[in-house]
Nanobody, 123 residues
């Protein structure tokens, strides 16, 4: 599986941004998809995940109520809609795919990764 993330950019605090991640291959609908982020000097951290059929979603506490993960299996695409952005959301955002049939939030559990897209939130 190859993943291609896009949609990053510069936005003011309080603004919104939407990320997309397109996957190659025919098995996208069988993967749990996640979004992670890595700020300068920090470790990569879990942001959100969505189960293979999109029935369940999970978020880290700091983005609950502001970010929404969704997927369109017909388009092999997972999305991350980010609202009410804060300067602390500034990071490189990565999409990732996990073959496991259950929710996991550790980066090392995800087998496939996109190249990352930079999100910068100015104060």
């Amino acid at each position: 599986v190859q993943l291609q993330a896009s949609g990053g950019g510069l936005v003011q605090a309080g603004g919104s941004l939407g990320l997309s991640c397109v996957a190659s291959g025919r098995t996208f609908s069988t993967y749990v998809m996640g979004w992670f982020r890595q700020a300068p000097g920090k470790e990569r951290e879990f942001v959100a995940a969505i189960m293979d059929r999109g029935s369940q979603t999970y978020y880290t506490d700091s983005v609950k109520g502001r970010f929404t993960i969704s997927r369109d299996n017909a388009k092999n695409t997972v999305y991350l809609q980010m609202n009410m952005l804060k300067p602390e959301d500034t990071a490189v955002y990565y999409c990732a795919a996990d073959k496991a049939q259950y929710y996991r939030r550790a980066a090392q559990d995800y087998e496939y990764w996109g190249q990352g897209t930079l999100v910068t939130v100015s104060s």
